[in-house]
């Protein structure tokens, strides 16, 4: 990608505000219904970070939960339309460079694969399997966390892989053996009986999550396990999710600077 297709630092710098946001509030509430003070703490910070612009960061300690939702949607409100440029601004590039970093974990699970101990026996289309393989699972914890574009009907597979995968990942403790069992009696055809064959299904959860990962994922990949823009853009590409790609991108530059 040329520098002149790169998005510009002001429109990363202004997405990455809205991630923050977007993960600080989110974290809040989940701390909230666990009942998680510690967490509470840390997310109030952040947002109080963002809000203040850095300059009052025990702004949101004490707020209520109601005040606290009061100035995180007053802040998204009033720089909305700031938020709305740097997303119209840098969408196809912040795609773009989604794109590129998917091919590059293509190519190091290649290199993985080809150069393990378990390859030497395989056949060439059995080592294509097993990089497949290793492409889906990674690209669908990846889609974890992202939020599907509530608008996106086109493709009725996808829509309902992203749900089951999102429902278990976002399942409370007491209901996660629940879902589970529901998950896998239905993938093999059991009765509604045969949940109650077993006691605990929540070891088997991580199995399941990452069945509905990899059948997301093999919808947004074509043939050469190359991303399928045009599909990831209509499922995926809202603001809120072009705004979590900034704050990686930035994120990832800064540790990359560090490391030197």
């Known amino acids: 990608m040329t520098s002149e297709n790169k998005p510009k630092l002001e429109d990363l710098l202004t997405l990455s505000r809205l991630s923050s946001v977007n993960t600080g509030i989110k974290g809040y509430r989940q701390a909230l219904r666990e009942s998680n003070p510690e967490i509470m703490e840390q997310a109030s ?43 119209q601004s ?18 190091r699970l290649t290199k993985k694969v080809m150069e393990s101990e378990e390859a030497k026996k395989l056949s060439d289309e059995l080592k294509q399997e097993s990089i497949a393989l290793s492409m ?56 509604r009986n045969a949940r109650n064959l077993m006691h605990d299904w929540t070891p088997y959860s991580n199995q399941v999550r990452s069945i509905y990962g990899r059948m997301l994922a093999k919808k947004l990949l074509n043939d050469n396990l190359e ?11 809202t603001r809120d999710n072009y705004a979590q790609i900034a704050y990686e991108i930035l994120s990832n530059a800064q540790k990359s600077g560090e490391k030197k």
Request: aromatic letters at 8%.
């Open 45 to 87: 910070t952040i947002l109080s970070k963002v809000i203040s612009n850095g300059d009052i960061p025990e702004l949101l300690l004490n707020a209520t939960p109601q005040a606290l939702k009061h100035e995180v949607d007053k802040y998204k409100e009033q720089h909305s339309k700031e938020f709305d440029q740097a997303y």
């Open 227 to 237: 991303l399928n823009k045009d599909k990831f853009d209509k499922a995926f590409g």
């Open 90 to 107: 840098s969408r196809q590039e912040l795609l773009e460079l989604y794109s590129q970093n998917i091919n590059i974990i293509k190519e």
């Open 136 to 191: 889906y699972e990674n690209l669908g914890q990846l889609l974890l966390s992202l939020e599907l574009n509530p608008e996106y009907k086109e493709d009725n597979e996808l829509v309902e892989s992203y749900k089951k995968m999102k429902a278990l990942d976002e399942a409370k403790p007491e209901e996660l053996s629940g879902k589970t069992a529901d998950a896998l009696t239905g993938m093999y055809g059991l009765s």
